[in-house]
């Protein structure tokens, strides 16, 4: 989910669908698109453009539904998303505040171990 609607070319829209997330509110669903990531040459299918969400919001079984593969790191506190082909896409680590920070790798063949 992203509230920012230059990610999307043409949008299905959406009437009368809303989510609530962690904070208890609801959030309007204004369209559902595939979301292409051509510097990645991915797409993620059906994400959701969501009014007033405050951070893009990507459900790790979601990602897995759609073949990606997660990996994760716990002693280091990140995790990674790779292709089908196991191209390392993008990784995540938590910060002090508890919320994982996304970075896309570009030109990566090995998932290094990741420090501050």
């Not at 609607?5 to 959030?27: L, M, V, W």
């Not at 191209?87 to 570009?106: E, L, M, W």
């Amino acid at each position: 989910m992203t509230s920012d609607k230059s990610k999307f070319d043409d949008y299905k829209i959406i009437n009368s669908s809303f989510i609530i997330i962690t904070d208890n509110n609801k959030y309007n669903i204004k369209g559902v698109e595939d979301l292409k990531l051509p510097d990645l040459n991915i797409k993620i299918e059906n994400v959701c453009h969501v009014l007033n969400l405050g951070f893009n919001l990507i459900l790790m079984g979601y990602l897995r539904h759609q073949g990606f593969k997660i990996i994760y790191n716990y002693k280091n506190d990140y995790f990674a998303v790779k292709t089908l082909n196991s191209k390392p896409t993008f990784k995540a680590r938590c910060g002090s505040n508890f919320i994982y920070q996304i970075q896309s790798i570009i030109a990566c063949t090995v998932i290094p171990n990741f420090s501050d």
